[in-house]
Each structure stands twice: as C-alpha cells, then as structure tokens.
C-alpha cells in the first residue's frame, strides 16, 4: 500500500523536504516556528510499531530538525511530541518555543486560533529550512 498523508496533515502543512524516513512538514501557523516529521509508513500510529532501523531513523531525524529550528531561530526551548489524538498517522511535532509566545509556558495546542503565514512567508520560511536541513544532513 502506498504511503498517504493525512488529509488534516495535508490542509494545515507546506512540506518543507523529505527526509530519509520522514516527510518534514511547516505548520501553517507563524506564531511558532513548527516542524511535523511524519514516517512514510503506511497504517502506523505508534512509535513502537515502527522497524528498529526506522525508530532509530526517527530519533535522528528528531534530533536533525531540532538542530535546525535552533540555528534557524534560536528558541529558549524545543518541544518534541508525539500525540495523535485527532490525527491517528504517526507524526512527531518538533516546535521551537520563545519566552513569551502566545503560548508560553503552556502548550501550544488549544491556544488560540493559527495566524497562517502569507504566500511570500511561507515560501520563505519554508525555503530557509529546507536549505538549512539539507545542509546538515
């Protein structure tokens, strides 16, 4: 079965590259810069139901685009996680945090409605991590 990406995955994201496991997604929301890794695996929900060498794939990439958000916006602090209450597919949020974002010290999820970026951020943000990951691969 070929690997299809959520519709809700799809909708609120602007793939940014394709990793060696994962598709790298931009959120659509430019009050935090936000990274969605999602396995090309079909039918996976849960970490555990990964491959070995795929978990091991996607603890690297975590890492990778970690590294990146860092460089790219210097944060006060990552959040990495992996829900799926609302979107089932296996994704893994990696977000950089500011002291005093909309959201802090809180979660990001339930604070207030997405601000999307405009067609021209967008692209350019989605440019310069794409440039940044490939750079550090």
């Known amino acids: 079965m070929p690997f299809t990406l959520h519709p809700t995955l799809a909708r609120d ?10 598709r790298a ?41 970690g590294e990146t958000l860092e460089r790219t916006f210097h944060p006060d602090k990552l959040n990495v996680g992996a829900l799926g209450n ?8 990696v977000i950089a945090r500011a002291a005093g974002d909309p959201a802090w010290p ?9 601000v999307p970026y405009s067609e021209g951020e967008i692209e350019e943000v989605r440019a310069r991590l794409a440039a940044e990951l490939a750079r550090h691969g």
Do not use: K
């Open 13 to 22: 994201t602007v793939e940014v590259t394709r990793l060696p496991l994962c």
């Open 25 to 65: 997604l931009l959120m659509n929301d430019r009050r935090f810069p936000w990274l969605i890794l999602v396995p090309e695996r079909e039918a996976i929900r849960e970490i555990h139901e990964l491959s070995p060498a795929d978990r091991g794939a996607l603890i690297e990439e975590i890492a990778r685009t």
């Open 86 to 93: 609302l979107v089932p597919q296996l994704h893994v949020h």
């Open 106 to 114: 809180g979660p990001v999820w339930g604070s207030g409605a997405a």
